[in-house]
């Protein structure tokens, strides 16, 4: 697959409501993540963790993609995330996702959102 396809296939699986099976998929053993300029986390099991509870605690009604921005190994994903914390109020998140890839997987993910 090529990174077009790739990220096509993470866009898609996430639309499709499977948050945990493409992050499963598509993001590689050493990966890095951060938001909004945040400690970054390291580690598939430690991101897995915090997947799994950023999930449990939203109520997702859909998503829709912006733009999609793809060179070389490195893609950026505008996403509308229509959502209701638990406890909060239903709201519209944006939010960038910035992705560098390595072998078909995401080795360094940095949200922007809020």
Avoid: C
């Amino acid at each position: 697959m090529s990174i077009q396809n790739d990220v096509q296939a993470v866009i898609g699986g996430i639309l499709e409501g499977k948050v945990l099976e493409t992050f499963d998929r598509f993001y590689a053993d050493d990966v890095v993540m951060s938001e909004n300029g945040a400690e970054p986390r390291e580690g598939k099991p430690a991101n897995r963790v915090y997947e799994e509870a950023f999930v449990e605690n939203v109520e997702f009604h859909g998503a829709e993609v912006g733009e999609v921005l793809i060179d070389g190994d490195r893609s950026a994903v505008e996403w509308f995330f229509d959502m209701t914390p638990k406890g909060g109020e239903r709201g519209v998140q944006k939010q960038v996702a910035l992705q560098i890839w390595r072998d078909g997987k995401i080795v360094r993910e940095t949200f922007y959102h809020g």
